[in-house]
């Protein structure tokens, strides 16, 4: 079975750092692009960061960049976000997402995890 | 940064055709996506590439992109189809390329 599992959230003071992570299994994940993506309550989805199959290109939010960095391990299937100085704005579900196995970014998201929740609050 | 605009609710009786708009600056340009997500629950793609259906989606929901706006049209509206509803593109015309989602459209099965 196709499956993305997220894992690593919970509640974080404002400044904090956090590491999410997304299990990958069912399919070749070194073939795709991964994203995540996050939902604030009651809001809509944003999306927050992408990588290449083979970690070589990256983009980011603007909302992000300089505090989150996305990677990727291959060899263990799995996807991270390392989250540094963290604003009560990024208190969210965030998704993990399969994007496509083409040479560009334009594939839609066909797989996605269950979520994880990511609470930054004093 | 580029922008989509979706309505923000759409109310439709069961058996009925719902159209739900996604407005974007030559969007007809750009391949649409779109995502259906049911409370506490996370999305699931309903048409990928403007007007393609991922396996499993029945064929009532169909796409279509032109011009400025792109539309997600679901046929013989069911109770079931009750969900919010998202657009997106992938932006490679700035400086910072990356995914775009629309606001998203809360569709109401009367």
């Known amino acids: 079975e196709v499956q993305l599992v997220e894992s690593g959230g919970g509640l974080v003071q404002p400044g904090g750092s956090l590491r999410l992570s997304c299990a990958a299994s069912?399919?070749?994940?070194?073939?795709?692009?991964m994203s995540w993506v996050r939902q604030a309550p009651g809001k809509g989805l944003e999306w927050v960061a992408n990588?290449?199959?083979?970690?070589?290109?990256?983009y980011y939010v603007d909302s992000v960049k300089g505090r989150f960095t996305i990677s990727r391990d291959n060899a263990k299937n799995s996807l991270y976000l390392q989250m540094n100085s963290l604003r009560a704005e990024d208190t969210a579900v965030y998704y993990c997402?399969?994007?496509?196995?083409?040479?560009?970014?334009?594939?839609?998201?066909?797989?996605w995890g269950q979520g994880t929740m990511v609470t930054v609050s004093s | 940064s580029y922008v989509l605009t979706q309505p923000p609710s759409v109310s439709v009786a069961p058996g009925q055709t719902a159209r739900i708009t996604c407005g974007g600056n030559?969007?007809?340009?750009?391949?649409v996506h779109w995502y259906q997500q049911k409370p506490g629950q996370a999305p699931v793609l309903v048409v990928y590439?403007?007007?393609d259906r991922p396996s499993g989606i029945p064929e009532r929901f169909s796409g279509s992109n032109s011009g400025n706006t792109a539309t997600l049209t679901i046929s013989r509206v069911e109770a079931g189809d009750e969900a919010d509803y998202y657009c997106?593109?992938?932006?490679?015309?700035?400086?910072?390329?990356?995914?775009?989602f629309g606001g998203g459209t809360k569709l109401t099965v009367l």
């Open positions: 997402a399969r994007g496509g196995s083409g040479y560009y970014s334009r594939d839609a998201f066909d797989i």
């Open positions: 069912g399919f070749t994940f070194s073939s795709y692009w």
């Open positions: 990588i290449k199959q083979d970690g070589s290109e990256k």
């Open positions: 030559n969007i007809g340009s750009k391949s």
């Open positions: 590439d403007d007007s």
């Open positions: 997106q593109v992938w932006d490679s015309s700035s400086d910072h390329p990356g995914w775009v």
